[in-house]
């Protein structure tokens, strides 16, 4: 049906009415498949201010939680192709399809990768006045006294990254999916949950307040944001590597000189020094890329995705 309707509004002259010079004609309505206050929205609400002013037009963040990310992403798919309405969303862009076969939409076709915009690490965190100082500590506990990790929605990457953990660890965590990082801190600081593997900006002031308590880094090696927190491998634990990526969507059928255009003026963002000074104390390792690359990668990694869901027995 989405083919269909963007063969159609092609057809009419539709779908692009402005060439890329011309555009953007209005507001740019940016879509965040998660609550508030999550990694993604942070990193968005830093980068709408630059490309409002490139583009002189309204640049606005649209929460859209729900679905692991799934919902906010389906409401691009079905989007007017003209490039006012945006997708930045996650990784889980291309894991939630690994568990979740039944999307409305095909991730393939129905939305066009524009640009990859960088990596953050994950952080495995638990609540400030937690009796557990130490990683070892709680997942030992577990095994006698089961705990709750907290995901920031099934299929997203931090789910992967809880299985990849508690089949590494052997600890015993009933895992709860909530609507984004922001709810799923929230869910730590209230003792809802006992762990969480949060980014940096998503735990955010509440590390340096001690209300949230960083047990490891999650993969190889520590990061400058936190140089004592010691890595998972040094813990014991040396196959638990998962990053996040954060990319830019936008609907399929956008006309591909405004995806280029829209390519461009990111790019130029992520070299801006004044953004750089402000996202990289929060773990970003920031990209350069173009919409090609980042195409073939998001399509390897639908491939990929779907065997490690099927190796770690959470494929549907």
Sequence with gaps: ?????????????????LAAQDWPSGTVSIV?????????????????????????????IDNRPGGGSMVGTAQVSQANP?????????????????????????????????????????????????????????????????????TAGLGTTTHFAIEQFIAQSGANFDVVHFKGGGPAVVAILSGEADIYGSSVSSAGDNIASGKVKVLAVLGNDRIDALPDVPSTAELGYPETEIHQWV??????????????????????????????????????????????????????????????????????
């Design 1 to 17: 049906m989405k083919k269909m309707m963007t063969a159609l509004a092609i057809a009419a002259g539709l779908a692009s009415p």
């Design 32 to 60: 965040v498949p998660y609550s508030p206050s999550g990694n993604t929205d942070i990193l968005a609400r830093h980068m709408a201010p630059y490309l409002e002013e490139k583009w002189g037009q309204p640049v606005v």
């Design 82 to 150: 003209d490039g006012l309405t945006l997708l930045v969303t996650t990784s889980a862009f291309v894991t939630a399809p690994a568990i979740q076969p039944d999307l409305p939409f095909d991730p393939r076709t129905d939305l066009t990768p524009i640009a990859n915009v960088g990596y953050v690490s994950y952080i495995l965190v638990t609540q400030g006045d937690s009796p557990f100082d130490t990683l070892e500590e709680l997942v030992a506990d577990s095994k006698e006294n089961p705990k709750f990790a907290a």
């Design 247 to 316: 990319g830019v969507f936008a609907p399929g059928g956008t006309d591909p000189e405004i995806v280029a255009k829209i390519n461009a003026d990111i790019n130029e963002v992520l070299r801006n020094e004044e953004f750089i000074a402000k996202v990289t104390p929060l773990d970003w390792t920031l990209e350069q890329s173009t919409p090609e690359g980042f195409a073939a990668e998001v399509d390897q990694e639908l491939t990929s995705w779907k065997k490690l869901a099927e190796d770690q027995g959470i494929s549907k």
